[in-house]
């Protein structure tokens, strides 16, 4: 593990410890965020003062010719239960995100700092947010990291009723053409829709592939 600098760089994701902890410092500039996602690293803490990168192994992916759509929510979709709409609203659904409140999480990561950080990634093109609507109120919602390679790095999700992260993720991942999604680390809600644990290494082989 190593303590970074000012410099814009990053150790080799080999010297990450056993739980994948990379680096503790640095800042969250636009320029380190997006060698962090390229490099198959990313920022997760939640004291500012202390920014720690993570890259695991196993990785958490999902491959999207692998998702897997339920019964009840192929009904939700022949319903059109919901209506999906993209970056119409970046800075509210990540705002939703931090409120979340997690299982073994006391206080959110998405710190204010995050959100401001994000937001200019958003701006420049880098971040993009689902906004999932029912009856013009917003509901659910996710965002995350387009690499402009064929993959996509999701960052967090909310709902606010029953299945409308789902949904918005299903949608998400029907209407582009991603190779790969980087989950990051496993969760049930995204293990239940086909997401997988890979080997480090072959996550970064897809990220030098793509490129």
Not at 20 to 33: F, H, M, P, Y
Not at 55 to 77: A, E
Not at 81 to 109: H, L, M, P
Request: aromatic letters at 14%.
């Amino acid at each position: 593990m190593e303590f970074l600098t000012q410099d814009i760089k990053f150790p080799d994701v080999s010297q990450a410890t056993k739980d994948g902890l990379l680096a503790i410092g640095g800042d969250l500039s636009v320029e380190r965020l997006l060698l962090a996602y390229r490099s198959g690293i990313f920022p997760w803490f939640d004291n500012d003062d202390f920014i720690l990168w993570w890259s695991p192994d196993p990785r958490f992916v999902l491959f999207p010719d692998k998702i897997r759509i339920s019964k009840s929510m192929k009904k939700l979709f022949n319903r059109n239960v919901f209506e999906v709409t993209y970056n119409t609203c970046f800075e509210t659904v990540i705002a939703e995100c931090s409120k979340i409140k997690r299982k073994g999480q006391e206080s959110t990561w998405i710190t204010q700092n995050m959100m401001e950080a994000y937001t200019k990634l958003h701006h420049l093109g880098h971040a993009l947010s689902v906004e999932v609507w029912k009856d013009k109120k917003l509901v659910g919602g996710l965002y995350g990291i387009d690499l402009k390679n064929g993959i996509f790095c999701g960052e967090s999700m909310f709902a606010k009723v029953n299945n409308a992260s789902k949904y918005g993720f299903i949608s998400f991942i029907q209407a582009t053409q991603y190779k790969l999604i980087d989950c990051q680390v496993f969760t049930d809600h995204l293990a239940s829709l086909g997401a997988e644990e890979i080997d480090r290494e072959a996550f970064l082989s897809y990220l030098k592939y793509t490129r």
